[in-house]
């Protein structure tokens, strides 16, 4: 079965700093991996996702993630923080084949300091 | 334009009280799903739908019912709610289930509370 552990359920970043929310995985075959944004009060919105055609994957916003197989981990970046990304970040997991879609992590909330 | 509604937005109900979520969607997706979300948990998913007529169960599907008759329609019943069933609940669909990685699209919400 996959899963995934988000490390830090909250993290604060200076307006302009960089954006780094951890996600690692566990998974017994090849996964595909994303990242969802929660704004308040809104849905899940998909930011970007990795399905293995390349490790550098850029999403909307400016964020963009890594997938690196030796260290089972899909990590969100973005260089310089803006006001508006101050949300929940979620990283997910699915397994090829599996019916069950996505698995999800615990949440990161971002906090954004002016 | 293209959307997942989920009606009511916010229901406050009582134990025991039958109630039901709607979902629908205007995509013409195969795939649809519930989840359920709380704090420090993250998303998990209670049922989920492939397609028409046909539904499975996903990791938390004690004390919900769905049914998928329409497949535009995915409506999620709680026939004897209970407080631990309080929660903020989001429909999703997508395209194709299975082996495909299409972009998992979601409603709004519905926050519930089992009084």
């Known amino acids: 079965a996959q899963s995934v552990t988000q490390l830090g359920s909250h993290v604060s970043v200076s307006e302009g700093a960089l954006v780094l929310l951890r996600c690692n995985y566990s998974s017994s075959v090849p996964p595909y991996l994303f990242w969802y944004v929660q704004y308040p009060n809104q849905g899940l919105q998909l930011l970007l996702k990795?399905?293995?055609?390349?490790?550098l994957v850029k999403g909307i916003n400016g964020f963009e993630a890594e997938f690196k197989k030796s260290e089972t981990s899909f990590h969100l970046t973005k260089p310089s923080a803006h006001m508006r990304d101050a949300a929940e970040y979620f990283c997910?997991?699915?397994?090829?084949?599996?019916?069950?879609?996505?698995?999800f992590g615990s949440g990161t909330q971002l906090t954004v300091l002016p | 334009e293209a959307q997942v509604t989920q009606n009511p937005r916010y229901l406050i109900t009582v134990t025991g009280k039958k109630l039901t979520v709607t979902c629908s969607q205007n995509?013409?997706?195969?795939?649809m799903s519930w989840y359920r979300q709380d704090p420090g948990l993250g998303l998990r998913q209670i049922y989920y739908s492939m397609n028409v007529e046909v539904t499975d169960k996903g990791d938390v599907p004690e004390g919900y019912k769905v049914s998928r008759k329409e497949k535009r329609n995915f409506p999620l019943i709680l026939e004897s709610p209970s407080p631990n069933q309080t929660s903020l609940y989001f429909c999703a669909s997508s395209e194709l289930g299975g082996t495909s990685t299409d972009t998992q699209y979601f409603g709004p919400g519905t926050r519930l509370t089992v009084l």
């Open positions: 990795y399905t293995s055609a390349a490790t």
């Open positions: 997910a997991v699915r397994v090829s084949g599996s019916a069950r879609q996505l698995t």
């Open positions: 995509m013409n997706h195969e795939y």
